[in-house]
């Protein structure tokens, strides 16, 4: 079978299809026909040579996100069953590189896959667990009170696209940082006060929590609230002490349970996604050039 792997960081050059067995799978694990992997921001990172830790050494394969079909399944899987439809997240960083998205087959254990809604494309979900995850689990641990004034940098993006509209459904009041001309599709998100990327946000605070999903790190803390809390998807410098500003950052986990709810979501329209373009396996390259560009509207998607 055909894999994206990495031998040695560097720019999306370094993205080689090679051929490597396929994989059976173990017990509690099924084998999945990867249709659709989601390429992310920490691919690209990681691409780069920069992961949690010692969470990865070349060779690995990239790839958190997947979406596609079960070809077998392993002594001991209850739940799914060859050719059911699934989605599911590779929990990448804990599997120190050892399996990626990027791929025509994966191995996994069972709890990290579920069953796919019947009309929720391969494609659709796999712009789902990563992104929606990491947004609902920002927000759970900022717990804001009711109604709170809560400002979301990176709103036209995946993660901060999905915060958005989580934070709206719990009663908060949302300001949105958008990219250069989507504004539109963030209002459309539910932000009930859209910026601009370039706009001074200090002059629309203070805020007593922040989402910063880009993140922007300092250039936010003039807009945060004495005592509010900021979190952020990466480390950031942190905030002079004098601020009293909480601040921390968030390394999503698998919650089984609670990625079967953000799908069905998705899937009942209730919570929107978007794809900017799809590419074939042997163009990873270019969908790591598509991802990283600037102003770029929607998910890339790989489609093995």
Known sequence: MRVVEVREPGGPEVLRVVQRPAPAPGPG?????VEAAGVNPTDLAARQGFTVGDSARPPYVLGWDLAGTVRATGPGVQRLSTGEAV???????????????????????????LPRPAGLSAVEAATIPLNALTAAQLLDRLAPPPGAEVLVTGASGAVGGYAVQLAVR??????AVAGTGDEEWVRGLGAHVVLGRDTDVSTAGPFGSVVDAVPVGEALFPAVARGGTVLSTRPVPPAPAAAGIA?????????????????????????????????????AADAHRAAEERGRRGKVVLTP
């Open 170 to 175: 719990a009663g908060h009041r949302v300001t």
């Open 247 to 283: 601040q921390d950052w968030l390394l999503v986990e698998l919650d089984l349970p609670q990625l079967v709810q953000l799908v069905a979501e998705v899937a009942e329209g209730r919570l929107r996604t978007r794809v900017s373009g799809t590419f074939p396996l042997e163009r």
């Open 29 to 33: 694990e099924v084998l999945v026909d």
């Open 87 to 113: 989605v599911g997240m590779i929990p990448w960083y804990a599997e120190h590189g050892r399996v990626g998205a990027y791929a025509e087959q994966v191995a996994v254990p069972e709890e990290w896959v």
